[in-house]
T-cell receptor, first 114, second 108 residues
Framework: DTGVSQDPRHKITKRGQNVTFRCDPI?????LYWYRQTLGQGPEFLTY????????KSRLLSDRFSAERPKGSFSTLEIQRTEQGDSAMYLC????????????FGEGSWLTVV | AQRVTQPEKLLSVFKGAPVELKCNYS??????LFWYVQYSRQRLQLLLRHISRESIKGFTADLNKGETSFHLKKPFAQEEDSAMYYC??????????FGQGTRLTINP
């Protein structure tokens, strides 16, 4: 087990509702990434954190999306006023600086907006 | 812009046959390339990286800078190799850029 856990694993929500996903890395993984994956596509980068600092955001991350990583531990990804186009798998991945470039992924959170 | 291209969305071979999953990239610097695999209902996991030049589960991949390719190969496919395979390039702050993936099916 890579130690990256995500919650919830599945979420069905009505359009216009807000949803929040949580990612728990293992404690020493100081870099944390969020990716989005739609059917038939590879994962697309959304944002990443170095400890608690959010250092980069993709243009894919509209104003309705916000991510946080308080205290540099777990992270949350919130989507406000969900749209059907937000339906996707949201992946969390973590990495340890100073080690080989191995990025570990969680199992993902499936979002379906109806 | 950095890009990873996997030209085949689907690849089907018979058990025991050789497998080659193609990956091409565009990158202005010195690339660091990976193959990730996702078995059914499991998380993405690292299969191999080019800098370690290792063989994992019988798979190898050689970085060809002249052709900007990092094709994944296995001489004899096994049924348990059926999975989604993603080629990825690391960019900047260890941010992975993925190809669209190839679904490999090994027929008995």
């Amino acid at each position: 087990d890579t130690g990256v856990s995500q919650d919830p694993r599945h979420k069905i929500t009505k359009r216009g509702q807000n949803v929040t996903f949580r990612c728990d890395p293992i404690s020493e993984h100081n870099r944390l990434y969020w990716y989005r994956q739609t059917l038939g596509q590879g994962p697309e980068f959304l944002t990443y954190f170095q400890n608690e600092a959010q250092l980069e955001k993709s243009r894919l991350l509209s104003d309705r999306f916000s991510a946080e990583r308080p205290k540099g531990s777990f992270s949350t990804l919130e989507i406000q006023r969900t749209e059907q186009g937000d339906s996707a798998m949201y992946l969390c991945a973590t990495y340890v600086l100073g080690t080989e470039n191995t990025i570990y992924f969680g199992e993902g959170s499936w979002l379906t907006v109806v | 812009a950095q890009r990873v291209t996997q030209p085949e969305k689907l690849l089907s071979v018979f058990k025991g046959a050789p497998v080659e999953l193609k990956c091409n990239y565009s990158y202005s610097g010195s690339p660091e390339l990976f193959w990730y695999v996702q078995y059914s209902r499991q998380r993405l996991q690292l299969l191999l990286r080019h800098i370690s030049r290792e063989s994992i589960k019988g798979f190898t991949a050689d970085l060809n800078k002249g052709e900007t390719s990092f094709h994944l190969k296995k001489p004899f496919a096994q049924e348990e190799d059926s999975a989604m395979y993603y080629c990825a390039l690391i960019q900047g702050a260890q941010k992975l850029v993925f190809g669209q993936g190839t679904r490999l099916t090994i027929n008995p």
